[in-house]
């Protein structure tokens, strides 16, 4: 069961798509919000987000995914694009799932890849109703990690002409400049809900070593759960690769639904 929703943030129509459980009558389902990283979409490479959303979906969640301002069939441009304004546009989809009839509101779940982990962890370190934060290949120093992505060449050429071409996105100095304001590693610090980090082994855009500095600026004595996908990509590029990534997601998911039951007994 999918539907399209067109969400309105800062004068900018952001295109998304909504994946009910087929059995969700007389019950509230969790919901999960995908972020798409760096000049990403909600399809995702290799149409990791589609394959994702189905197979929650089919577990019994609901799904959001959705293309920020500037990626997809969203309005804007990409030479317009901040964080500063994706963490807005996080802030309305959230606002938007939380009304549905469908949804527990109380049980809000965010996935973010790549950048868009970053942009997850700081919008899990100020809004409470994020419940479990998931991490797949996350940034970690938003600056350093896109600057090693794009290149010196790219990055000179921003400051000299204000954009860059990067494989069809212009790419904009205040884009880079933005990026030097956020620091999901500190505002980690301040999520109260429960984390896991997912990286790809041979990760060649991110640095592997970044689920290893999420955890040791989580909060003191609460254990993070990490997982390292052998020989996986920074996009998981295999059918082998998806079925470890999403089989340990939901494994995740069950389990820290039985403590969370547990604790509150």
Partial sequence: MTESISILCNK???????????EIQYKKVPIIVLLHGFVGSKVGE??????AA???SAKGYA????????????DGDYADVTVTKQLKEVQAILDYVSKLKEVDASNIILIGH????AVASLTAAVDKRIRKLILWSPVAKPYEDIAMIVGDVA???AKELGTFDYHG???SQQFLEDLKNHHPLKAIRSYEGQLLVIHAAEDEDVPKENAGYYSASFKPGVPVDIHYIKEA???????SFEEELFEETLLWLKNSELYSSKIAL
């Fill in 114 to 117: 790549s950048l868009g982990g």
């Fill in 233 to 239: 990509n920074h996009t998981f590029a295999s059918y």
């Fill in 46 to 51: 290799h149409r990791l987000f589609v394959k």
């Fill in 169 to 171: 996105f212009y790419v």
């Fill in 155 to 157: 990055l000179q050429t």
């Fill in 54 to 56: 189905r197979n929650f």
């Fill in 63 to 74: 799904v959001v995914r959705f293309d920020f301002s500037g990626c997809g069939e969203s």
């Fill in 12 to 22: 900018l129509y952001l295109s998304g798509v909504l994946h009910l459980p087929e």
